[in-house]
């Protein structure tokens, strides 16, 4: 079992940027991803890392958003820049099992999951 807690959501300008943190404790993560719900939508894949730091993003975000992790702290990080309104959502981090298959970008997939932060992006 992996505990995640989530930080660094809050309201932003479009075109700004905001980074996320995830910091697991109870065991070190295999594989972390990140996913959004907006309000009415489904939860939908963002960005995935593994811990040897192998990353993978969805359409949506590629080139705006970027995975990192801090082994020592066993935390992983979500940089995002460029945000535009339809960016808007809670971001939920979750932990996989090494060995799940790559990408690893299933909800079902993902055995642990984090509260969830606020994201806003304003125009």
């Known amino acids: 079992q992996v505990q995640l807690v989530e930080s660094g959501g809050g309201l932003v300008q479009a075109g700004g940027s905001l980074r996320l943190s995830c910091a697991a404790s109870?065991?070190?993560?295999?594989?972390m991803g990140w996913f959004r719900q907006a309000p009415g939508k489904e939860r939908e894949f963002v960005a995935t890392?593994?811990?040897?730091?192998?990353?993978y993003y969805s359409d949506s975000v590629k080139g705006r958003f970027t995975c990192s992790r801090d082994v020592t702290k066993n935390t992983g990080y979500l940089q995002m820049n460029s945000l535009k309104p339809e960016d808007t959502a809670v971001y939920y981090c979750?932990?996989?099992?090494?060995?799940?298959?790559?990408?690893?970008?299933?909800?079902?997939?993902?055995?642990?999951w984090g509260q969830g932060t606020q994201v806003t992006v304003s125009s």
């Open positions: 979750a932990a996989a099992l090494r060995g799940s298959r790559w990408p690893t970008r299933e909800i079902y997939e993902y055995v642990d």
């Open positions: 890392i593994t811990y040897g730091g192998n990353t």
């Open positions: 109870g065991r070190t993560f295999g594989i």
